[in-house]
């Protein structure tokens, strides 16, 4: 490296006030993220160099929790990230659309981006970062996983000499509540819904967090920065919690599992040739560092050689935690524009270009939970047997336990196995005349 | 912020072959770095841009589970130090000196330092960071704290918008074992001590882990970057574990808790003018996140505003793990290297440069646990709560069991009490007649 450098540096710098900041949306991230930069005693001291510039709302008339000063506040959004004086925008109006076409605008007008939208960066992550690398800006994006969790930038900068293995999160604190409530309550999946609703931890439209499409979201963006590329929305599978009843959750328990939402990305091969990213209510034994993780809290477990396993505990949500994760963004920026660097930080840029290969999930090898109904008859267990041995199926436990209307209650747990294999078994077995149904199959970890 | 820059960059980049490495050490963490280093593929691209050029051992006749060229390998580390060519410095060594010596000679030349060394750092910080603010270099200390956790770079850079209320760590792997297996075995902490040593989990010293020295290295250094200020060492108070005995774990269980070495560092008012640091054994509710991290692994929890609690967790040690964490820093550093930066980066460097006030621990306010051994008297507790009293200790829960050779056994868990006052009450208990000892004085979190 040059030991010798001589820098010439012309800037206005003297002039100039601080860094300004847009801010689009002032819902709850926006609110929590204007307390924290208008209240900065005791916090680090790159803050006071920040200005509230502009901040865009959709409506001037609604009453706000801050104060700012006459001409911040506008509707004009489109403005904000055309004004030349503007050197960051905070994107925390959430959605698709305008949040992509005005990301996109401010990238083209040379302004560093921070976001908290993990719907518009898993699903536009590739042409965000591509005109972000054109335009030599930088689009901070630590909001959009885990709260306030600090996960983005560790697998950014600290893990990346890691050669990631697996990336397994609880990322979506309503579904982990109503998981947690549904398991030491013993209470059913509506009624648990029902009260997060009123209790507001759910979503009246709650389909977003329960069908799993916000960790699906989630995952997709943790796996392309711990695995180094791209990733498709649409290769990652995705299931939610709707199936999972309070039977399940106790046949789980008595075997010595609890069930979780989890969200995983993981190498299926020592060979790293097989990537599957994925969501979906998994059993996790319980000495796992994830079975303890309850309630709203999110966590996210990494492992990689030669680090072995950390874990990154902490809220999911809410106004204060994300707006920490928002202002950790703008700190960083505002830390590099006052190095006056010539060069953009390879750390902090996005270096992805090509797209993952994601493993179909009927190539997935895992263990599987699965409960039957069957009619009382004696050979039943050996029909399933049979059956699952024709798929190369092996069965680490049988449990038969329980009557229900005439219906004896068969739980098993197999070995690992591959998807495909063991829907085929399963398709099979759903004709045997012994079998009544099939109410519940459940991956294991 | 300026829009406006030119630079004029005149550097000697173009026949570089990238950034030189002087490594000072070659044991188990130095072995680890190197290891890591020679094997890039699947790791941050920018790791390969690292040249080894020189390793500085205490023996160049010592079989290494590492190759590296004819050259590389001295025995004379000032030269390495005081080399022109070498970029940044690597120094694993341990120890206090010649590592103090050679890192101030390393930044005296402008070298940039990686640190793995918390006793160097704990003592010598102030005149290291001193050195290197007027050198204009960096000295990163990732592996200094939690092995390979990342946690002093979120403490420097992403939490730093919160206003830190608290740091509570599991940092030393070495004393969380035995706890561990003195609570799940029921054994004592002396058989517990000997197996660890047997199998390599303690020194044959086990001094600096079992009487808490490390762990208090360790929390002055994240007290630091979290509460902004130099620590001196000499007031971090320190308690190790040789008195935990299997009759307190039990005990502790009974009233559900677990009993850990905690490092605290803690504003003990919501004015903050009071900050606690220190390392004792703690009863942790069970319920508390730090209670089911067991065996070697390492976590720390960080409480503020507006983030409220996250928590890190990992391998406290090992090669792999803390060569992850020091391969991290210098990947930083070359990060910032590559960027050409004319000023240097604000939340890479340190900024403190006023010492804290710590609080003596006279002045903790905190619960306590304590046993007594009593002689059978009926009136004992009530004497007990008297002299309590006296000196403003109230008590949330008593127990009174057990027998041993005539006597009683009782516990008593108290509510929050300045220490000052809970010991000058302690001092008269022990006066009276109908106590024959006091076995343990913990306290509880």
Redesign the interface.
């Known amino acids: 490296?040059?030991?010798?450098?001589?820098?010439?540096?012309?800037?206005?710098?003297a002039k100039?006030v601080?860094?300004?900041l847009g801010i689009l949306g002032l819902g709850t991230v926006g609110t929590?993220t204007v307390?924290?930069l208008q209240d900065t005693a005791?916090?680090?001291?790159?803050?006071k160099e920040i200005e509230i510039y502009r901040v865009g709302v959709r409506s001037l008339s609604k009453p706000r929790q801050v104060e700012l000063s006459t001409g911040v506040v506008t509707t004009d959004l489109e403005a904000i990230v055309n004004d030349?004086e503007i050197?960051i925008i905070v994107e925390v109006m959430g959605g698709l659309e305008p949040a992509r076409t005005l990301i996109l605008t401010a990238i083209k007008n040379g302004k560093h981006v921070v976001t908290a939208n993990k719907a518009a960066i898993s699903r536009f992550g590739a042409e965000i970062f591509t005109a972000a690398n054109q335009a030599g800006v930088y689009v901070m994006l630590?909001a959009a996983v885990g709260g306030?969790?600090?996960v983005i930038?560790?697998l950014k900068?600290?893990?990346?000499?890691?050669?990631i293995h697996g990336i397994t999160g609880i990322v979506n604190g309503t579904t982990n509540y109503i998981l947690t409530r549904m398991q030491t309550e013993g209470s059913d999946f509506n009624d648990v819904l029902a009260d997060a609703q009123r209790l507001g931890y759910a979503e009246a439209d709650p389909t977003a967090d329960i069908d799993g499409l916000d960790a699906a979201d989630k995952i997709a963006i943790l796996a392309s920065l711990g695995f180094d590329g791209r990733i498709n929305l649409q290769d990652v599978y995705c299931e939610g919690i709707r199936q999972v009843s309070k039977t399940d959750i106790s046949y789980a328990a008595k075997l010595g599992f609890v069930i979780k939402l989890l969200a995983i990305a993981k190498h299926q091969t020592s060979d790293?040739s097989q990537l599957s990213v994925r969501v979906h209510p998994t059993l996790v034994p319980q000495t796992h560092?994830l079975a303890?993780i309850n309630g709203v809290y999110n966590a996210i477990l990494v492992e990689?050689?030669?680090?072995?396993?950390?874990?990154?505990?902490?809220?999911g949500a809410?106004?204060?935690?994300t707006?920490?994760?928002v202002?950790?963004d703008?700190?960083?920026l505002v830390?590099?524009?006052?190095?006056?660097?010539?060069?953009?930080?390879?750390?902090l840029a996005c270096?992805h270009e090509n797209y993952l290969q994601i493993t179909p999930i009927s190539e997935l090898v895992t263990r599987f939970y699965a409960r039957f109904l069957t009619k009382d008859q004696p050979s039943v267990i050996g029909k399933l047997g049979t059956c699952f041995g024709k798929y190369g199926v092996s069965l680490e436990s049988v449990v038969q336990t329980g009557f229900q209307a005439q219906l004896a209650e068969i739980v098993v747990v197999t070995h690992d196995v591959r998807e495909g294999d063991f829907r085929q078994a399963l398709a099979e077995i759903e004709t045997l005349e012994a079998i009544d149904s099939i109410p519940s199959i459940l991956r294991v970890i």
């Open positions: 490296m040059p030991r010798l450098q001589l820098f010439f540096i012309y800037s206005l710098d100039s601080g860094v300004k929590g307390q924290l005791g916090r680090h001291p790159l803050l030349p050197d630590e306030g969790i600090p930038q560790p900068q600290s893990l990346s000499v890691n050669r790293h560092p303890s990689g050689e030669p680090i072995g396993q950390v874990m990154f505990f902490g809220p809410g106004a204060g935690a707006a920490s994760a202002c950790s703008i700190l960083n830390a590099t524009l006052k190095t006056n660097t010539p060069k953009s930080n390879p750390l270096r």
